[in-house]
């Protein structure tokens, strides 16, 4: 069958310009639907519903023990089985993310989610710890099918120009989240005396939790699609040409893995998600250690921590899509992250509360906006395999990592105290910059698959005049 080849520009063939994201296909088009958007923002909602229960007994630890009679360590473990179960599930669940598309994965986790949420409700009594977890784990496990969802998400809808913010976007989503089980269970749960009364708190706090699921789940049935009948780019249409001739699931896999630069990558993601993890999870042992009664600032603090790593997850996208430098993004980026842990280790043993406040936000936003930067560099490095692959395994090195964080800070915590805990969270994001720094960030391949022409197999496809930003180009015979 004849090949159609995608021309660059109009001086080379006098036809029109098209910019590097422009490909062929469906009759030699490129197509970017104005409801990308509405998938994105579907998305974004799924994965705030989703994390803000991770930290939600963890950041009310005092009265979790208080109320169910348990240890610290077991709240903790509330947060650590979201990271537990995705070290086994991570690979079903990007080969199904990778087989079956987005549509089904992201109603499965919202599934998941709403079921969780409705479970907690049979928590609410003095001996309900147990169902408790039990819904965690269940939360726990609908993050497989959310958490690697937004690379891939921005590749198979986004042109190439809007990638990495829409990548940080999704991102933004997750981080909302986290802000959300940040304040608002420490707002509504704010008793640690009266069971009755915590009971009720309790009530309140997950009815409100397990009707907003709901609601989403019932807009992503109606409303959020897989795909566009077009891709949006060159290099995801060259993508799909890559991963439908060729590679397994498993061989893509074993060639991430014995990727040298990916490697790298892997483990520096890894120490700077395991140190967000840990400080997350014990902030409120942490705070309480300086400020006795700041369980609810406790939980301000994680808030502009999260809320100022929202930001910079979007201006760091912003400035990917913009300049295309990633590694040297990466570099600035995690140094910073290590001289805000720095900086908040010092003003939480001052007891100073605004700088406490002040440089926990300076953390967030370079060290929680690490996310988005993380995520396009994989992909970057790892194209054309699929970014739920690259995504999936970076999130995986994550989670092991943030478990390990976990376990070994508490039990320095408990041995030693908050100084020296603060001080190896540091010491985790120096180690995960000196890795950065062996990255060979100079082969961009995604970037490279977005500027060269290709030929493809011209296909008939129904053109929906739905929400198009632009007019068809018009392209060589």
Known sequence: METTPLLRSKSETGFYHTESDDCARGGGQCRVYRRRWLMLVLFSLCSACNAAHWIQYSIITNVVIQYYGVSAMAVNW?????????????????????????????????????????LKLLAVGRDGFPIAFAAQTVIGVA??????????????????????TATAIGVFGNQIGIAIGFVVPPEIVNEAANPAVIAEQLTMLY???????????LLIIVYFEGEPPIPPSLAQATAIQANTASKSYSQSVKELLTNKNFVLLLASFGLNIGAFYAYSTLLNQLFL??????????????????????????VWGVVLD??????????????????????????????????????????????????????????????????STSSGLLNAAGEVCGVTSVLVAGAVFQNYGDFATDLGLSAMLLLGLLLSIFIDGSHLRRQEASRRPVYVTPVIANMSSDSIDSKPRKYSK
Request: with cysteine; charged share 15%.
């Open 78 to 118: 509330t947060s650590m089985i979201f990271m537990a179960v995705y070290v086994p599930l991570v690979f079903p669940a990007s080969w199904l993310l990778e087989k079956r598309g987005l549509r089904v994965c992201v109603t499965l986790g919202t599934f998941l989610v709403v079921v969780g949420a409705w």
């Open 143 to 164: 993050q497989m099918f959310t958490l690697g969802v937004p690379a891939k998400l921005a590749a198979v809808w986004f042109p190439h120009r809007q990638v990495s």
């Open 207 to 217: 009815l409100g939790m397990a009707i907003a699921p709901t609601i989403v789940f």
């Open 289 to 314: 250690e300086h400020f006795k009664d700041g369980m609810e600032d406790a939980g301000q603090v994680g808030l502009t921590l999260v809320l100022a790593g929202v930001v910079g997850s979007v």
């Open 322 to 387: 913009k300049t295309h430098k990633y590694k040297e993004t990466t570099l600035g980026v995690y140094l910073m992250s290590g001289l805000g842990m720095l900086a908040f280790t010092f003003m939480l043993r001052a007891e100073r509360l605004i700088p406490v406040y002040v440089t926990s936000g300076f953390l967030g936003f370079f060290m929680n906006g690490y996310l988005t930067v993380g995520y396009e560099f994989g992909a970057e490095l790892t194209y054309p395999h699929s970014e």
